[in-house]
């Protein structure tokens, strides 16, 4: 099993930046792919950026240039820098493990972009 916890979301003015953090605990490979899904109100999930390793990295074309994510092996910890942030960034934002069986998902930390 997996366990995964989201944190750092907020409200934040347009422009604005925010990091958020996702601690992963139970058996977690530093091999398997970890991402960052956001849903929008009335809309579906998409991906925001994942990772593979420590260094294969892949961002959806709304968000790339503005937002990195990065993962710590030695804290099993997954992160997102997210700078110049836009209203259309507003969303539930949910961290992801991919398990050889299963995908895993965390509850979800709420970002919003708003002046």
């Known amino acids: 099993q997996v366990q995964l916890v989201e944190s750092g979301g907020g409200l934040v003015q347009p422009g604005g930046s925010l990091r958020l953090s996702c601690a992963a605990s139970?058996?977690?490979?530093?091999?398997?792919?970890m991402g960052w899904y956001r849903q929008a109100p009335g809309k579906e999930r998409e991906s925001v950026a994942r990772?593979?390793?420590?260094?294969?990295?892949a961002y959806a074309d709304s968000v790339r240039g503005r937002f990195t994510i990065s993962r710590d092996n030695a804290k099993t910890t997954l992160y997102l820098q997210m700078n110049s942030l836009k209203p259309e960034d507003t969303a539930v934002y949910y961290c992801?493990?991919?398990?050889?069986?299963?995908?895993?998902w965390g509850q979800g930390t709420q970002v919003t972009v708003s002046s």
């Open positions: 992801s493990y991919d398990s050889f069986e299963r995908t895993y």
């Open positions: 139970g058996r977690i490979s530093s091999f398997n792919s």
């Open positions: 990772i593979t390793g420590t260094t294969i990295t």
